[in-house]
């Protein structure tokens, strides 16, 4: 039975990493996944996670399960760091890093009798296969004017027309992964009254918080949503905010009405058993520890505005370039990990073959990633390819 599987083809972003750890060359540049680089090319571990870490090793008193629902501090800290006061409402339950909590959440909307979820386009190549495993049917929005480099706003929301009430839509909360472009204040709240209009729930996906324009700054947008929505899904990241990757820390935090909870909450609980039971613990400690004692929250707060300082820097840098006809001063508009360059997939093979150069085949580029010392060599491997 098990021999007549078909292989499946790699994952876009998976198969950029192996490439690149295969290149025997030295001087090779690694903008394909979204990790932090420091200016010497090294993703260090945060102060206040070491010291969070050497916390919990000397105070630790058992391994015993955490109960299904996750760490209860860490739920609420990130919730008062993401929604504020509003958390107090919410459903909360934590998940196996962001991904996790977007399956969680497309679970429990399938649970609800949802079929379908919308996509703005381009999204995140995970967002479809996420869709798929949970018996959703994605479907493609417009979102972006490739042109014009910037966000259609009324090309996304005509394209609601044709939405059923119930469908959802997943929508990035910040530093879109992979424009980089962000809905302004007043576009959330155009975006949220149109999902009211036709019945559509906002699935919000928040992986970057305080890599655009800080830890507050950056979930605005959640919260308009939440305030003007009866009924929301925000899945949480704390991958990349914390610097800590594959500690795989997520949470998935619903708002419906109050005599919806229990039974919003018991489905979770159900989902999240059949799928692995009860949630690790070591991750979401870290972050709790760190949220909860205000050294440590300072500490990370200061080493998060320094990596969004260097980030801005490199983006700056990019955008100072000129590369034939390439719009490289958008890079200095655009936020946090991520922008696609106009390139085509030949391209993008020619950075890689002939310099080294790794980023999707969908030109992404993770400018997180770009070390300083290597920005003359990535502009003249552009230009080349370009010409
Ligand atoms: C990325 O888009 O590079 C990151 O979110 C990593 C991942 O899992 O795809």
Redesign the pocket.
Known sequence: MIETLAPKAPDP?LKIIKLFRDDPRTDKIDLG??VYKDSSGATPIMRAVKDAEALLLAGQKTKTYVGQQGDGDFLRLVGQLVFGDANRDLIAIQAVGG?GALRLGCDLLRESGAKRVILPQPC?P?HPSIARAARLEPIDAPFFNLEEQCIDLDALIRSFSRAERGDAVILQACCH?PLGADFSGDQWVALTDALNARGIIPFLDL?YQGFGDGVDKDVAGVRAVLERTPEAVVAVSEAKTFGIYRERVGALYVKTAGNAQQAVMSNLMAIARANYSMPPDHGAAIVREILADEALRQAWRDELDQIRNHITETRKALAAARVHSLPMHLIAEQKGMFSTLPLSEAQVAMLRERHGVYMTDSARI?VAGLRRADIPRFLDALAEVTA
Do not use: C, I
């Open positions: 972003l996944v979204g991904t995140w995970n992964n992986a993770n």
